[in-house]
């Protein structure tokens, strides 16, 4: 079923971010300086999640192409975000153009003098761009590639509807459990091209 027996280790990571997300949602203590190692946990597992959804894309686990769409819908979960969008903003972008005025995410448009602001910022700086970017592919892809679309589509309808009802349901474990460890993975995975190509 597994292309490679090394992600077996891949399966666990996802099953104990699933794991610790629905134990800290049972049992959330009140007492903040329980609540920040639980989310913390959560925002690591979180990341973890992400760099898995970065490996996925470039090489999906499973043999069967039904079983890696499906992945995909679980891997949404864990990070919060479509990981059929991932495609547009890391391989067509970032990977086609790397370091040049065509990857959203190049190190050299950060010019703070302290280099902390350019690896804190870089997220913030190029969220609207990469998403604006996301949008563009997207509509290109319903008309040349439906079936990416259709994909994406899916994913993101159940991942955002799951995560705004649960916001709703509960608004304050939705923020501290969901929203922010997810936040924490989109910004460490962008985060990370900057360390990884700076040249400044």
Not at 4 to 19: C, P, Q
Not at 36 to 55: E, G, K, T
Not at 132 to 150: C, G, H, T, V
Request: contains cysteine; proline residues 4%; positive net charge.
């Amino acid at each position: 079923m597994l292309r490679y027996n090394a992600d077996i280790r891949t399966l666990v990571v996802v099953a104990l971010y699933f794991t610790c997300s629905v134990l800290a949602w049972i049992y959330f203590p009140a007492e903040w300086y329980l609540r920040l190692p639980i989310m913390a946990v959560l925002a690591v597992l979180s990341f973890m999640c992400a760099v898995i959804v970065h490996n996925t894309i470039h090489h999906p686990i499973f043999k069967s192409k039904g079983m890696n769409k499906l992945f995909q819908i679980v891997l949404s979960f864990t990070y919060g975000h479509s990981v059929s969008a991932y495609v547009s903003g890391h391989n067509f972008s970032h990977h086609q153009h790397t370091q040049k005025p065509m990857d959203r995410i190049r190190s050299t448009q950060m010019r703070y003098k302290w280099n902390f602001l350019n690896q804190f910022m870089i997220f913030f700086q190029n969220a609207p761009g990469i998403m604006k970017d996301e949008n563009i592919f997207a509509k290109r892809m319903l008309k040349e590639k439906p079936s990416w679309f259709y994909q994406y589509a899916l994913e993101m309808v159940i991942v955002q509807g799951v995560k705004f009802g649960l916001l709703f349901y509960n608004w304050e474990y939705a923020l501290l459990l969901i929203f922010i460890p997810h936040l924490y993975a989109a910004w460490g995975i962008v985060g990370t091209n900057y360390w990884q190509h700076d040249i400044l």
